[in-house]
């Protein structure tokens, strides 16, 4: 794995909106086949950036250009009076895929999840999704025993 080192990582931004909105809609297609609607996802993006208790995003800059991203939402668990961090919308650009930006984003937000008292990490993939769940098991992510299910509303 080749690091690059002028590679920064850091919080997204309000001006990020657009880079992010891009990932997210190539993301979509890619991992799910879903085409999204780009105001959607900008109005996403933007509710995210502005609101500090929906989560946030992590985004890795090469030369003043986005190239990976990841985002955390944040959930409550009574059980152990802590938060749990979901890591969502990861997305590397493909010229710099295998090259260490989701372990150089991961490895910030396990950092970030130490220093905040947070539980664990948790996050999901497409059942589909092959490439991303290899990669997460590869790092050493464990498949949960949950099931997911959603109700349309």
Known sequence: MTFFFSM???????????????????????SEHISLTHATVLAGVNALLSDKKKGFYLVAEENKTIVGQLMITVEWSDWRNKSIWWVQSVFVQKPWRKQGVFTTLLDEVKEMARQQDVAFLRLYAHQNNTSAREVYELIGWHQDPYVVYHFPL
């Open 8 to 30: 920064k990582i850091r919080t997204a931004r309000k001006r990020d909106a657009e880079a992010i909105t891009a990932q997210n809609v190539t993301l979509a297609m890619e």
